[in-house]
T-cell receptor, first 112, second 115 residues
């Protein structure tokens, strides 16, 4: 059974810093992996989707990498801003038609 | 980008009444929709998966007679909480997906409070 973990659980950084959020999954046989952010009291916003055949995806200041063999994905945020403060979740999709498995999230605070 | 609209964003109801929550994909056809429940400071708990035109698949421990899910079209799924009780108070979120390899898109959630 696929399990997804995220480290750290919470992170606080000063504005302008580059930072990395980690996502680990136990079963390397994934179909794709998606990163989301969730603001308090809101739904999830899709950030990046990486297919199993891809190594990374970029969108603006965000870069997500995928290393299936080691069961890891990282989300890199460059030049962090207070508006980046949110909870970031990763979710792994198994290849056999089963549903996404979500990690518990990393709560990020970017201090002005 | 793809938009999923969830309505209402919040609802307060009395114990024993039923509440319907709608989830619409506005600019794409959603072959699959998912319903989640989220408790404060916790991650998402998948309740059920619905495919257009077929019965929803419920996760273990989720009462299908309590949480009625209908996915009548490729753009609309509804979750009805029947005979609501205070313990049903929670944040409910839907998500929708076009094809299996396309991104998952979420609605903004519904805050349900049962008094």
């Amino acid at each position: 059974k696929q399990e997804v973990t995220q480290i750290p659980a919470a992170l606080s950084v000063p504005e302008g810093e580059n930072l990395v959020l980690n996502c680990s999954f136990t079963d390397s046989a994934i179909y794709n992996l998606q990163w989301f952010r969730q603001d308090p009291g809101k739904g999830l916003t899709s950030l990046l989707l990486i297919q199993s055949s891809q190594r990374e995806q970029t969108s603006g200041r965000l870069n997500a990498s995928l290393d299936k063999s080691s069961g890891r994905s990282t989300l890199y945020i460059a030049a962090s801003q207070p508006g980046d403060s949110a909870t970031y979740l990763c979710a792994a999709r198994p290849p056999n038609g089963q549903n996404f498995v979500f990690g518990p999230g990393t709560r990020l605070s970017v201090l002005p | 980008g793809a938009v999923v609209s969830q309505h209402p964003s919040w609802v307060i109801c009395k114990s024993g009444t039923s509440v319907k929550i709608e989830c619409r994909s506005l600019d794409f056809q959603a072959t699959t929709m998912f319903w989640y429940r989220q408790f404060p400071k916790q991650s998402l708990m998948l309740m059920a998966t619905s495919n257009e035109g077929s019965k929803a698949t419920y996760e273990q421990g989720v009462e299908k007679d309590k949480f009625l899910i209908n996915h009548a079209s490729l753009t609309l799924s509804t979750l009805t909480v029947t005979s609501a009780h205070p313990e049903d108070s929670s944040f409910y979120i839907c998500s929708a997906q076009g094809t299996y390899n396309s991104p998952l898109h979420f609605g903004n959630g519904t805050r349900l409070t049962v008094t």
